[in-house]
Structures are given as C-alpha cells and as structure tokens.
C-alpha cells in the first residue's frame, strides 16, 4: 500500500504536490490511530500517569540499589517458569544521586571475622568472576567491572596484633587467600610505606580489588527486567496491613500485621498506587529504618517486641579523591590502616581515593550530602602522610559524600523476618560492606522467600531476631 | 515484547559473540559468518542456531578446563598436571630433565611422563590453549613453575591473571602476548610474584597506554624485563612534533656518522 502511493506521488502532477504531503501526512496519523484502536496496542481512552506500577505483584521490593535488583534478579532465576513470579523494584530516585551504591568505592574484600561476611564476598567474587554466564542478555554488549585485582593490605598494630591472626585463621579455614606479612617483609615490598607502628600486615593475594559499583547495578537491572522484573520510580509512603492479635508466652498480646497493599506515590505528585502484594522486601538501605517505623517497628511501649526498632540509620561518610604525582604506582593495594585512615588508586594518572571513618562522637549532620573537607585537613591526612610519606604533598581534586546503612547494633547485615510482620523480609545495614555482599544476599533472601529457608550459604547468625534478643555479633574488621 | 522475552537466554548471542572476536584482533569476518549475522537479525531460527553455536562452545571450554580429580586422587599432583597440560594440546617440561613432552599435530601423545611421578614441571607452554581460570585448579601444585607461556590463549583474563600468585616464590618468566581479555586491573595483580624476571605484554588490545603500563610495571617489579610495549606508544604526538623529531634524528644520525 505505502509502494503504490509513493510511486503515485512522483507520477502525478507537481500542483497536487503540496495537498498530497499534507495527504500524506494525515493518511499516516490514520493509520496510526487505526493500528491503536486495535486490540494489542497500549493505546486507552482513559488517561494514565506514565510510570504507575501494576495495581498487583507477588514480590514487591523497596529499594533499587544493588542489593534490591540482586533479590529480583535472582528471584527471577530460581522461579525457573516464565512469569511466574511477578516481582516490582520500587526505587525512589531515578537519578540514584543520593543512593550508597553508586556513591561507594566499590572495593571487594575476604578479609572479615565473621565467617558468614567472608562467605558472602567470596560467593560474590565467584559471581563477578562468571558474570557473562549470569547476566548476559542477548544483543546487548557483554558486563565489564573493571575489576582491578590489587587486594587489600590490612595494617595492624601491636595491641590488635592477635586479633589478626584469629582473624587470619578464619579466614584461610572458610576458604580465601590471605597472606600475613611481617614488618620486613611489607618494607620489602612497598617501600613508599612507613613502617612505624605496624607490627603484622594481612594480604588479600586473590578475589579482592576494586571494581566499577554502577557496571553492576546496571547489569543486575538489565537482567533482571529482560526477565521481566517491573521497575517503577516511585516513593513507599504506607502500608495497609490486615491485623491480627497474638499472645506470647508470657501473656503479652501483640499486633501481628501482615502486609496487603504497599502505597506508592509517584514522583513530584500526590497520586499513589496501592499495589497489592504477597511479600515485601526491604532492601532501602539507609531510609530502611524509616520503612520499618512505617509499619510500627519501634514505635510500641519500651519493653515489649514492638518498642525494638530497626537499628539502621543513615551514617554519612566522605570520600576524597586526591592528586599526587610521586605517590605509589600500580601495586598499591587498598590500604587500611589500624588509625581507620583508608586509600587506593583510582586510575594510572597518580590519582587516589581516600577518607576515614569519623568518631561515634563526631558524626557528621545526615540531613545532606556536603562534604567536610575540614574533616580532610584535620584528621585524615596527617594519618594518612605519616603512613605514606609521600603523600605529604598532594592536592584534593574532588570529594563526595555517601550514606552508610549503618546498623548501630552490631555493624552486621540484617536478613530475615520480623515477627510482627510475617510477610517482610529485610535486607538491610550492612554498614558499608552492601556492595561487595550483595549477588550473595540476593541469593540468600530469594532462598528464603520461595524455598523458606538457606540452601547455599547459612545465613541465619545475620537474622533478625538477634536484635529483639538483644545479642549482638560483632565484627571487627569494619572501615 | 513478550515474545522477545522468550528468547532471551543466558549464553551469549552470535552477534556479540563475533563483536568479541573483531575486538580480539582477528581480521574481519568471513562472507559467511556475516551472511549468517545478517540473517540472524531476520529469523529467529538462525539466531537460536548461532546461540547453541555459542552454547556448546562455551561448554566445551568449561569441559575442557574441568578438575582432573580421579587423575590427581589415584595417581599424584604432576601425573595429572602434565595430563591436562597434554590434553590442552600444551607442551610442558619436567625440571631436571631436558626433553619437552608435546602432542603431535592430531593432538595424540606418548603416555611416558606417568614414569616420573615425582617429577615436578618446571616449564609450560599453552600457547593458543583454552585454559582459563578454573583450569589453573590442575596446575597450581606445581610449585616449581619457572616458565609460563599463555601466547594468544582467549579465554586468559584478569581472574586467570590474580589466581597466578600461587607461583609467587618460582615464576621466572611470563608471556602475555595477545590475550585478548587482560586489563591493567589483572596486571596489577602481578605483584605477587616477585621473582618475574621476564614479562611479555605485546598486542594486549585492552591496554590503552602501553607505555604508561610498561612503566609502572618496572616500577611494580624492579627485577623483572617487561618487553612488548614501547614508552612512546599511547602517547599523543601532534604531526607538527613528529616532523620537527624526524628532523632531529636525522640530524643527530648524520652527526653520529661523521664521528
């Protein structure tokens, strides 16, 4: 049909021409507005918002960083059926300017005391190590980290000394590949480090580095909503819940609410979508403690299950990126040392990325994202020029500020259920250590949710009933 | 759109399959590898037959470098390390004798390493192997490792490249020429092995400044020779300075010669 009228076009008289463009035109707004009143097309007479999520969703996920499109993604590989789960990423900033993933420095280490942290990171260097074979999507061009492979070098001093070689011990039993080196050693092979005060340093030799945060989440997304994952930009502001009352053993009745409808409100406006669901994840990272309070975790009286709230908050931390042409070269792994001060490379131009964590007393106003660079001058580098010399003189090229999600309990993940809220699963406050944890986590609360328990890595020291035990693990190794 | 859905899989499709290989550095592809492309982009039925193409050889390459375990319980570390290097179609030597065990061209061998199974294996050549990282799982016993050869071998990446510290105390020599896949990042994991003395890192296609690499690998490793990379590659020379260079050396050779 559209031949023939071309041709007719070109055979006619040039003084139709101008009716006939018009013509064209029109005949092609006809037929477009023909093939929309066809069943099958998008097209409806009622006007929609653009970006509502569907009205109903087995799995709704709140929170769209790394560890929320992990969850998808994975739950997504377990239910092997073609739809047959329909799971909603809920994220409120499309921008992802204020989100802790993409504002990390994307450093992966084994070196941990717990033996679930160093679990996790070591099935998470497995997965980046394949990443092809797990998230790669047809036509579209193969995932690439830019994984540096340089380790992690932990300094310790004379009192913490012994905890290094427990820690050490562990993890060499669970499986990474960490060497310790003495003093003489270290000097040997990083001369452009001062020695004063370390008495033991820990080498990651493999499966640690640094890697590209944004590569990852956009290659989890990717796969996950070419598996048919529905991702909406909105904000959870309420729950509905259906209530029912339980009594303990000690005769304390309690509100079990079990969530039914999840209200988000789509951005710059005040239209939301309830959205019925079966199961709720929390993985909001530093707002999850905002989403716990909205379902009154925390908010009941002080000694019952109900007065506990959900340790995360928002811990503000800096990071500065800092030029020095005589610094270290292209064996600097990512330096920790025991004052708190870290620092790696970024790039083959002399650049490098430093900061430290603050003080409990001292921590930093979380109502922005303004960097502190008194906090630089101040504390971090005079640390971090005694531990390398020549960094005495460098020049500050660019600094941001990031969230935590910090868990104030115990600096642990929290992965598991609430017993007041049967059907929201947490994965939260992992205090830093989000990104480099996160393939794992996703698998691990996907077991949970469809298999109803762990089948891969046993997860259940990091529960949530911990907290309303009031029995903390501690990790000690945390920067 | 559903239907799309449906054919996702999760092996890599054909046409980025052949975008590896251009980036490889392989010349073009044949008339008829982009005739297929071109009619995979039509039917459906010839992308599904290039992807179980891509399918079966990447399950080849996962066959290939499996664990030779029944090898390694019944008849010791090195019998089976010099089996898989053989079965790779690699050519190895024992230390303390001279002769190197090879295939021959169809890929058979003589079965005489199983004489010495206390012998360790002191140099290696892969070259054009398709060992990767899980591979590496049969040879990291062998802790006398001198000489390690990886010439053109596609699937070596930085993975491969961080798991090589388990031959930090005896790897004298390493030749990474054409692999494609490596990058500074696996580079950098070269520092565990502190004894290199001879490093090849020519027609690395990844590396977008060899010079600079170069130089910061002697920085890394002060005994080691790191040849393949010459110090002006990557930079950017303006025309104008190549002529006035060009003048110069021609004047400072004449020079030279009327010495």
């Given at each position: 049909f559209a031949f023939g009228y071309n041709s007719v076009i070109t055979k006619r008289?040039?003084?139709?021409l101008p009716v006939f463009r018009d013509l064209d035109a029109q005949l092609r707004a006809f037929r477009d507005k023909a093939a929309a009143a066809m069943p099958g097309s998008d097209w409806s007479p009622i006007e929609l918002t653009p970006g509502l999520p569907p009205e109903r969703a087995d799995v709704v996920i709140v929170g769209g960083g790394v560890v929320g499109w992990s969850i998808a993604y994975w739950l997504k590989m377990k239910a092997r059926v073609r739809d047959g789960l329909r799971v909603l990423v809920v994220e409120?900033?499309?921008?992802?300017?204020?989100?802790s993933t993409v504002l990390s420095c994307g450093g992966i280490r084994q070196q941990f005391s717990l033996k679930e942290n160093i679990m996790l990171s070591l099935f998470s260097a497995h997965f980046m190590k394949n990443i092809n074979n797990h998230l790669c999507v047809v036509n579209e061009d193969p995932v690439d980290l830019q994984f540096n492979h340089s380790g992690y070098l932990f300094l310790a001093s004379e009192k913490s000394a012994h905890i290094m070689e427990e820690n050490y011990r562990t993890q060499r039993y669970v499986g990474a590949k960490v060497a310790l080196l003495s003093p003489s050693q270290l000097k040997e092979r990083f001369p452009w480090m001062n020695m004063e005060g370390v008495a033991l340093a820990s080498l990651g030799l493999e499966n640690e580095g640094w890697f590209d945060p944004w590569s990852l989440l956009n290659a989890l997304r990717r796969k996950a909503v070419s598996m048919g994952v529905y991702q909406c930009f909105g904000e959870v502001t309420g729950f509905k819940c259906a209530a029912n009352l339980a009594e303990t053993t000690d005769g304390e009745v309690l509100n079990v609410q079990r969530i039914k409808y999840v209200n988000v409100r789509m951005p710059n406006s005040l239209e939301y979508q309830p959205v019925e669901c079966a199961v709720v994840v929390n993985a909001a990272g530093a707002n999850s403690g905002k989403i716990a309070s909205m379902l009154g975790i925390g908010l009941g009286p002080k000694e019952s299950v109900s007065g506990v709230p959900l340790p995360v908050e928002p811990r503000k931390r800096f990071v500065y990126v800092v030029h020095c042409p005589d610094g270290p070269g292209l064996d600097t792994p990512f330096l920790i040392d025991y004052s708190g001060v870290y620092c790696r490379r970024e790039g083959l131009g002399g650049n490098y990325i430093t900061g430290m964590s603050p003080e409990e007393t001292e921590e930093p106003d979380i109502s922005n994202l303004d960097v502190d660079h008194e906090f630089f001058q101040e504390k971090v580098w005079h640390r971090l020029a005694h531990r390398i010399p020549a960094f005495e003189q460098l020049k500050v090229s660019n600094a941001w500020a990031g969230f935590y999600d910090y868990n104030t309990f115990d600096q642990n993940g929290i992965i598991g259920l609430h017993p007041l809220v049967p059907n929201m699963y947490f994965a939260t406050g992992f205090s830093g250590h989000g990104l480099q944890q996160s393939p794992a986590v996703g698998l691990a609360v996907a077991e949970l949710i469809l298999d109803g328990g762990y089948k891969t890595i046993d997860l259940s020291a990091l529960d949530l009933k911990r907290i309303l035990l009031q029995e903390p693990i501690l990790e000690s190794n945390i920067v | 759109m559903s239907q799309a859905m449906k054919r996702c899989s999760a092996h890599t499709c054909a046409a980025v399959a052949v975008r590896r290989a251009l980036s490889s550095g392989a010349a073009t592809p044949s008339v008829y590898t982009r005739f297929l492309l071109k009619l995979s982009h039509y039917f459906y039925d010839v992308e599904n037959i290039l992807d179980w193409n891509n399918w079966l050889r990447s399950q080849g390459v996962i066959h290939k470098n499996r664990l030779f375990g029944y090898a390694q319980k019944n008849f010791g570390n090195n019998v089976a390390a010099a089996y898989y290097i053989l079965t790779l179609r690699g050519s190895f030597r024992f230390a303390g004798q001279s002769e190197w065990f090879r295939p021959d061209s169809r890929g058979r061998f003589s079965y005489d390493f199983m004489s010495t199974p206390d012998a360790k294996i002191e140099e290696v050549d892969l070259s054009g192997t398709l060992i990767n990282h899980n591979g590496l799982e049969n040879l990291v016993k062998q802790n006398k490792l001198q000489t390690l050869s990886l010439r053109g071998c596609p699937e070596v990446d930085d993975w491969f490249l961080a798991r090589l510290h388990v031959f930090g105390e005896s790897l004298v020599e390493l030749d990474l020429s054409h692999c494609s896949r490596i990058t500074v990042g696996g580079l950098a994991a070269l520092q565990n092995l502190r004894k290199l003395e001879r490093l090849d890192i020519s027609g690395l296609p990844r590396l977008q400044n060899p010079g600079l690499v170069r130089i910061l690998l002697e920085e890394m490793l002060p005994h080691c020779q790191v040849s393949g990379a010459e110090y002006e590659q990557g930079l950017i020379q303006p025309d104008s300075q190549e002529q006035t260079e060009g003048h110069h050396e021609a004047s400072t050779h004449t020079g030279l010669r009327h010495l």
């Open positions: 008289n040039k003084f139709f409120k900033d499309p921008t992802y300017s204020q989100a | -």
